[in-house]
């Protein structure tokens, strides 16, 4: 081999030392998918390596589909579903879609989407702050259902965050700017809400630890029917039986030598464990959460060079991945 040659191979193994180091992992890890905002989407393995990575703008929402592809956002407006070579195989702009787009010389109405699901039929969920409403369209970007949200506190950008539709038919919305989780039914009839409450705390301003309020990020219903909700600026996750009491939560400072900041999305693992994603934390604090239901850290992800402070969407892919 000549001299060229194996400088070259030298570099490539560094350079997945480097790789693999930029992560700092506690406990047995998860193949995974990591988006930050603003920078990219990607595939992480157990071991904290990027097998996969896509450029993006803004996100707060994705997922990946039956047929290994992904479904996510590129920004706040579109929606594209990629295959593993990165070809954009379904797109959908909410920006000038279905009534959003400038028509008659007038500007489009404001829109950002920061919910979407690929549904068991085949069609899309679309969740629309701003024009408050969810969208069910065909491989087409045509409508198929229309159903119109409840918001008290309307705001382009923070109407809604995560919502799902359930195996009913049902409706989960968290609705970030009302602090409110809503279920709907299959008609839009608001038919279960919880509104985060502040207790003795003052809200406060800001993003990380040392902000404060009820803007919840997330919400799923896991299968004993109660909810679990991604608290947001609550710096919480709470889960709530159907009469609204908690049964269950982590707040701030609930794990040793972990604070959490923006609450974002959770998942309930098959093994009973919740995923949490801890966004804005600042570098002393892991992104990314495995908590144990007696509240014991099982395993925790931190990469701030490859994801920095504003990761919103992680989610386990491996075999323990559950409802989310």
Same mark, same amino acid.
């Given at each position: 081999?000549?001299?060229?040659?194996?400088?070259?191979?030298?570099?490539?193994? =560094?350079?997945?030392?480097?790789?693999?180091?930029?992560?700092?992992?506690?406990?047995?890890?998860? *193949?995974? !998918?990591?988006?930050?905002?603003?920078?990219?989407?990607?595939?992480?393995?157990?071991?904290?390596?990027?097998?996969?990575?896509? &450029? !993006?703008?803004?996100?707060?929402?994705?997922?990946?589909?039956?047929?290994?592809?992904?479904?996510?956002?590129?920004? $706040?407006?579109?929606?594209?579903?990629?295959?593993?070579?990165?070809?954009?195989?379904?797109?959908?702009?909410?920006?000038?879609?279905?009534?959003?787009? &400038?028509?008659?010389? /007038?500007?489009?109405? &404001?829109?950002?989407?920061?919910?979407?699901?690929? =549904?068991?039929?085949?069609?899309?969920?679309?969740?629309?702050?701003?024009?408050?409403?969810? =969208?069910?369209?065909?491989?087409?970007?045509?409508?198929?259902?229309?159903?119109?949200?409840?918001?008290? @506190?309307?705001?382009?950008?923070?109407?809604?965050? @995560?919502?799902?539709?359930?195996?009913?038919?049902?409706?989960?919305?968290?609705?970030?700017?009302?602090?409110?989780?809503?279920? $709907?039914?299959?008609?839009?009839?608001?038919?279960?809400? $919880?509104?985060?409450?502040?207790?003795?705390?003052?809200?406060?301003?800001?993003?990380?630890?040392?902000?404060?309020?009820?803007?919840?990020?997330?919400?799923? *219903?896991?299968? @004993?029917?109660?909810?679990?909700?991604?608290?947001?600026? @609550?710096?919480?996750?709470?889960?709530?039986?159907?009469?609204?009491?908690?049964?269950?939560?982590?707040?701030?400072?609930?794990?040793?030598?972990?604070? =959490?900041?923006?609450?974002?999305?959770?998942?309930?693992? /098959?093994?009973?464990?919740?995923?949490?994603?801890?966004?804005?934390?600042?570098?002393?604090? &892991?992104?990314?959460?495995?908590?144990?239901?007696?509240?014991?850290?099982?395993?925790?992800?931190?990469?701030?060079?490859?994801?920095?402070?504003?990761?919103?969407?992680?989610?386990?892919?491996?075999?323990?991945?559950?409802? *989310?």
């Amino acid at each position: 081999m000549s001299l060229k040659s194996c400088l070259w191979v030298f570099v490539a193994g =560094l350079m997945c030392v480097l790789t693999a180091q930029a992560a700092d992992i506690t406990g047995k890890g998860h *193949r995974m !998918i990591a988006g930050q905002d603003g920078k990219q989407l990607a595939i992480v393995s157990a071991e904290g390596e990027i097998e996969w990575a896509m &450029p !993006i703008g803004a996100i707060h929402d994705a997922h990946l589909l039956a047929n290994g592809n992904i479904l996510m956002q590129t920004n $706040y407006q579109k929606i594209v579903e990629v295959d593993k070579e990165k070809k954009i195989v379904w797109s959908y702009d909410a920006s000038k879609m279905n009534g959003n787009g &400038p028509e008659e010389g /007038k500007k489009g109405r &404001p829109v950002e989407v920061h919910a979407i699901q690929r =549904l068991a039929d085949g069609n899309t969920m679309i969740v629309e702050s701003g024009p408050s409403r969810i =969208l069910e369209v065909d491989k087409d970007g045509k409508i198929v259902k229309e159903i119109k949200l409840t918001v008290k @506190n309307h705001s382009t950008h923070s109407d809604t965050r @995560n919502a799902r539709k359930l195996d009913n038919g049902h409706y989960l919305v968290a609705h970030e700017s009302d602090g409110t989780v809503r279920e $709907y039914d299959a008609e839009g009839k608001v038919i279960w809400e $919880y509104e985060i409450a502040l207790g003795d705390n003052k809200a406060a301003g800001g993003h990380g630890t040392e902000a404060f309020g009820n803007h919840c990020y997330s919400a799923i *219903r896991l299968p @004993n029917g109660n909810t679990l909700i991604g608290g947001g600026n @609550n710096h919480s996750v709470l889960e709530v039986n159907p009469a609204k009491e908690i049964v269950w939560s982590i707040t701030q400072n609930d794990l040793p030598g972990i604070q =959490l900041a923006w609450v974002t999305q959770v998942q309930a693992l /098959k093994n009973g464990n919740i995923i949490v994603g801890n966004c804005h934390a600042g570098d002393k604090n &892991p992104q990314i959460i495995e908590v144990s239901r007696d509240k014991k850290v099982v395993w925790s992800f931190k990469d701030f060079k490859n994801f920095g402070n504003s990761l919103p969407v992680s989610f386990v892919i491996d075999s323990e991945g559950s409802v *989310r």
